[in-house]
């Protein structure tokens, strides 16, 4: 078996190596292709990982390219992790409509619209050489915005093994598990929504369902430390709702909290970035392996105890406490989630997994070819949703408007154009007016070059 990562530049990249090596041997696999437009940093990620590379803790082969053709040749499982104009581009998504008073955030609102005009493109491309090289192959994407992507490729071409993945909802099953005191084998989350909008409707265990006595749980707490909502909310919704509903939920306060806080997520990324890799090249050049290692999990644990700290204005130690409940029950967190599904879909282990996937009429009022974020069966070389049914009024509402908005971004990335463009962002609950979307457009247009597509 061939895996092939694009975008295998990223920083997450060594904790992917990391649990692919783990499971080898459950996956049959024979080689790892790494690549990345970036040729340098991905040198720095082939020194890293350098320990694996045919020694006897790695039984296949890893190799290392910028050329997409040779990484996807006869591949069987293809995996999308980049970031098109790189973390540059993500500093852009934000800053751009918190000038305006808008909520600025990587994958919601005008940030996930622009990442969506920007990476659609891309990942088409690559679909096509995937045709030509692999056409067997499974594409499991992991780029943002995960589920306009996946969508994309679902209604603008053929193929049809493809399949958008998330670690949140995945997590979330964990920690009711583990708060239940078992496994999450045994339990089933009944979650439905959007990639980044969604919702946990129950949880059911021993045939009971336990999410009303777990939200009592919360009430009688008063409020989870690492949890951005009120318990009183919770308790009113009578569901949980994915972290990412903050941004909706308590929008303005969202926006004030990253006002204050001087600088957004992307600009201490990038600062972060920016050392680290400063860092690893000086340590490379001195042929110090392992003072790079210790350079790498330094930045990865600071990166997790600042995770959604300025959007939430929730303290850093106490997100520390939320990242290590979440390392400690998800399960290698996004290579988890990703390794889960090819054990699944190469035969070996079939599972319910929370997915990406068309809908299929699983969740009334959405249309068939909708990608929706729900549970789904995977078994060897399938993948196949089930029924959600009818969901709240205010939840169906919501998961409508995001997904028009969708819609019409793909369709301007598809036709380029300009007017699509600004109606998508116009619809956008997040986004106030016509006025303020044409404003941010055409600014990310000027600020993004070249990386924008040229909207007409």
Same mark, same amino acid.
């Given at each position: 078996m061939k895996i092939a990562i694009l975008g295998a530049a990223g920083v997450r990249t060594p904790l992917i190596i990391e649990a692919i090596t783990k499971r080898q041997d459950k996956i049959g696999l024979s080689e790892l292709a790494l690549m990345d437009i970036d040729g340098e940093r991905l040198d720095l990620i082939g020194t890293l990982t350098a320990h694996l590379d045919g020694s006897s803790t790695a039984r296949y082969r890893i190799s290392y390219t910028t050329d997409a053709r040779l990484a996807l040749l006869s591949a069987d499982y293809v995996i999308t992790t980049f970031r098109v104009g790189g973390i540059e581009s &993500?500093?852009?998504?934000?800053?751009?409509?918190?000038?305006?008073? +808008?909520? /600025? !955030?990587?994958?919601?609102?005008?940030?996930?619209?622009?990442?969506?005009?920007?990476?659609?493109?891309?990942?088409?491309?690559?679909?096509?050489?995937?045709?030509? +090289? =692999?056409? %067997?192959?499974?594409?499991?994407?992991?780029?943002?915005?995960?589920?306009?992507?996946?969508?994309?490729? +679902?209604?603008?071409t053929n193929w049809k093994r493809v399949v958008g993945i998330c670690d949140a909802p995945s997590s979330m099953w964990s920690i009711g598990s583990a708060i239940l005191g078992v496994p999450p084998e045994e339990t089933y989350l009944d979650y439905f929504g959007l990639n980044h909008l969604g919702w946990a409707r129950s949880f059911?265990?021993? /045939?009971?369902?336990?999410?009303?006595?777990?939200?009592?749980?919360?009430?009688?707490?008063?409020?989870?430390?690492?949890?951005?909502?009120?318990?009183?909310?919770?308790?009113?919704? /009578? #569901?949980?709702?994915?972290?990412?509903?903050?941004?909706?939920?308590?929008?303005?306060?969202? @926006? *004030?909290?990253?006002?204050?806080?001087?600088?957004?997520?992307?600009? !201490?990324?990038?600062?972060?970035?920016?050392?680290?890799?400063?860092?690893? *090249? &000086?340590? !490379?050049?001195? %042929?110090?392996?392992?003072?790079?290692?210790?350079?790498?999990?330094?930045?990865?644990?600071?990166?997790?105890?600042?995770?959604?700290?300025?959007?939430?204005?929730?303290?850093?130690?106490? &997100?520390?406490?939320?990242?290590?409940?979440?390392?400690?029950?998800?399960?290698? /967190?996004?290579?988890?989630?990703?390794?889960?599904?090819?054990?699944?879909? $190469?035969? *070996?282990?079939?599972?319910? #997994?929370?997915?990406?996937?068309?809908?299929?009429?699983?969740?009334?009022?959405?249309?068939? *070819?909708?990608?929706?974020?729900?549970?789904? $069966?995977?078994? &060897?070389?399938? @993948?196949?949703?089930?029924? +959600?049914?009818?969901?709240?009024?205010? =939840?169906l509402g919501l998961v409508k408007q995001v997904k028009a908005y969708e819609h019409l971004t793909i369709e301007s990335a598809l036709e380029k154009s300009y007017s699509k463009a600004i109606t998508a962002l116009a619809i956008h609950p997040l986004v106030p007016n016509y006025t303020t979307a044409k404003t941010i457009l055409d600014e990310y247009i000027i600020k993004h070059q070249p990386y924008f597509p040229i909207l007409n």
């Open positions: &993500r500093v852009i998504d934000e800053r751009v409509p918190l000038t305006h008073g +808008v909520l /600025g !955030q990587e994958t919601t609102g005008p940030g996930g619209f622009a990442m969506g005009l920007r990476s659609i493109p891309v990942l088409l491309d690559y679909v096509r050489v995937m045709q030509e +090289v =692999c056409p %067997d192959a499974w594409l499991i994407n992991f780029a943002n915005p995960a589920g306009m992507l996946t969508e994309a490729v +679902v209604r603008s059911i265990c021993k /045939g009971d369902d336990r999410l009303p006595g777990l939200i009592k749980m919360v009430l009688a707490a008063g409020k989870l430390p690492w949890f951005p909502f009120d318990a009183e909310f919770i308790n009113s919704l /009578g #569901m949980v709702p994915n972290e990412y509903l903050y941004y909706y939920y308590n929008t303005e306060e969202a @926006i *004030k909290n990253i006002t204050s806080a001087g600088q957004t997520r992307s600009g !201490q990324i990038a600062v972060m970035n920016h050392q680290l890799f400063n860092d690893l *090249k &000086r340590l !490379q050049s001195q %042929d110090n392996w392992s003072r790079m290692l210790e350079t790498y999990y330094r930045y990865m644990n600071q990166r997790g105890e600042t995770y959604m700290t300025r959007e939430t204005g929730i303290s850093s130690n106490i &997100r520390l406490l939320n990242g290590q409940i979440n390392k400690a029950i998800s399960g290698d /967190g996004y290579a988890g989630v990703a390794l889960n599904l090819i054990e699944s879909l $190469y035969g *070996k282990s079939p599972r319910v #997994m929370i997915l990406n996937v068309t809908n299929l009429g699983a969740i009334t009022g959405m249309e068939d *070819k909708d990608v929706v974020e729900i549970p789904a $069966y995977v078994g &060897r070389d399938l @993948i196949r949703p089930i029924t +959600v049914g009818k969901i709240p009024d205010h =939840c």
